[in-house]
């Protein structure tokens, strides 16, 4: 009886240090249980695990971001029913939101840490943004289309995400008053590298981007080493043309 006493009371201990080690460690991630981030959670648990889990994608703030950003937020209401497909998808003026994978994966390329500043060329539906907001201090993300960087804007506004700043513009020049940047990731593909958007790289800083002509693209991952530029390719990719100051001879 005192045995089994004794181990009620060892158990009741367990239990309650389990409670607050589990309530210390998850805080504010805790899983909303209503609102726009508690909707079609299942959905994006199948996306993670299907889509970007296999095929290797690791990093576990990168996998938290997607399974936290309400995805279907982000687009027409037309497409909504197939947020959560391995596929892009039409946002309207003849853009498009990226292939879940393919924004985890770039995200995942870009070695973000909490304190990262990043900016995004190719603002979008404002999703990836939005990802990357998740998991870094501060966000400047540049569209060239304005009534979709107005949209994107509201929507981030609207599920709360105060750390992205939304520009509508040219992202060629990329952002100099906030430069220079740990990460850049360009959303678009250019024809070549735009120098401007290297300039803007901090030591050891990555940029992530498509280069290349329409069905002929190659993803790109910069690394800024002191004086020099580390180049490699990734894989291929299949992205809207970046438009633009880049497109003049
Ligand atoms: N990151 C987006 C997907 C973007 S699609 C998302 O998560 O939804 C690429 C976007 O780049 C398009 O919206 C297009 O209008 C924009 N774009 C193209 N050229 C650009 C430029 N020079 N500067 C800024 N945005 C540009």
Not at 62 to 77: C, D, I, T, Y
Not at 101 to 113: K, N
Not at 140 to 165: C, D, F, H, K, M
């Amino acid at each position: 009886m005192g045995g089994a006493t004794r181990r009620r009371r060892v158990s009741a201990v367990r239990l309650a240090l389990g409670l607050l080690l589990v309530s210390a460690c998850s805080g504010p991630a805790l899983p909303p249980t209503s609102g726009p981030f508690a909707e079609r959670v299942e959905e994006r648990e199948r996306m993670v695990v299907e889509q970007i889990e296999a095929r290797g994608v690791r990093g576990p703030a990168v996998l938290a971001a997607l399974r936290r950003v309400p995805r279907h937020h982000f687009m027409p209401e037309s497409v909504r029913p197939r947020a959560y497909f391995d596929r892009a998808l039409p946002i309207g003026h003849g853009q498009t939101i990226s292939q879940p994978f393919i924004v985890a994966s770039m995200t995942e390329q870009l070695g973000l840490r909490p304190d990262s500043r990043v900016l995004e060329i190719g603002t979008g539906s404002g999703y990836q943004a939005a990802v990357l907001a998740e998991i870094v201090a501060e966000v400047y993300t540049i569209e060239i289309v304005e009534p979709l960087a107005e949209r994107a804007s509201a929507t981030l506004a609207r599920l709360g995400y105060p750390n992205v700043r939304v520009r509508a513009g040219d992202g060629y020049r990329g952002w100099p008053e906030a430069a220079p940047f740990d990460a850049i990731v360009v959303t678009a593909a250019p024809e070549r590298i735009p120098q401007t958007l290297v300039d803007q790289l901090a030591p050891g800083g990555r940029m992530v981007i498509p280069v290349g002509g329409r069905g002929d693209q190659d993803l790109l991952r910069l690394v800024r080493e002191g004086d020099t530029v580390r180049e490699e390719t990734l894989y291929d990719v299949l992205f809207v043309p970046m438009t633009g100051e880049i497109q003049e001879p």
